[in-house]
């Protein structure tokens, strides 16, 4: 199940404002500040600390399956989407990845895996990183534009079956088109990085 995606922004606050616009709540904030790493977390605001010229490392915004982060970056970079698995899924799916060549970065908390489609894949086994499960809020598709063929193909290979929840298409640069989200307040929307999120209630 896919429950995330990340983003790197030069619209960190805008970012942040349009995913709580739609019903999502801000579980942390954390930033670089005078050269070390400190937290910004709720209740504070970004009234609180706008002018302090923050380098947000990641903010994590979340409602019922879903998790979206992103962090400041110079340019709008997507990054990496996560799929919700058990721990034998996880293996399995890293051992396919690497019999296709695929680099595999294990972690104590989760897997990476690089794609050779400019985008990374993050693979998940604990349930803390949603709030809930119960609520039929969930990402039920992404649209991908990657700048070659066969990452459907690709991606059935390693996950052992075909991945419905991800349509690609072939473009001049790797981002996130489209995602339809169960629960989302608003359909047919542009977020701060380009991604157009319609509603499946």
């Keep these: 199940m896919i429950f995330h995606y990340h983003f790197w922004t030069p619209h960190v606050e805008e970012t942040e404002k349009f995913y709580q616009e739609n019903g999502f709540r801000i579980s942390q904030r954390f930033g670089k500040y005078k050269g ?21 490392r990641i903010i994590e915004a979340r409602k019922g399956a879903v998790n979206i982060t992103f962090g400041y970056g110079k340019r709008i970079m997507f990054d990496h989407i996560g799929f919700l698995v058990s721990e034998e899924e996880k293996g399995k799916i890293s051992e396919n990845a690497e019999r296709m060549n695929w680099e595999v970065d294990r972690g104590e908390r989760r897997t990476f895996i690089t794609t050779p489609y400019h985008f990374r894949l993050e693979l998940q086994s604990n349930i803390d990183v949603i709030d809930s499960m119960s609520e039929n809020i969930k990402i039920k598709k992404l649209k991908l534009v990657t700048k070659r063929e066969g990452l459907d193909k690709d991606l059935s290979q390693l996950f052992g079956g075909s991945v419905n929840q991800i349509i690609s298409v072939v473009g001049n640069e790797v981002l996130i088109k489209e995602a339809v989200i169960n629960g989302f307040l608003s359909s047919n929307v542009v977020d701060p990085n380009g991604v157009k999120v319609f509603n499946n209630i």
């Design 36 to 56: 070390d790493f400190q937290t910004f977390n709720p209740p504070l605001t970004w009234d609180d600390f706008r002018e302090k010229k923050i380098l947000f």
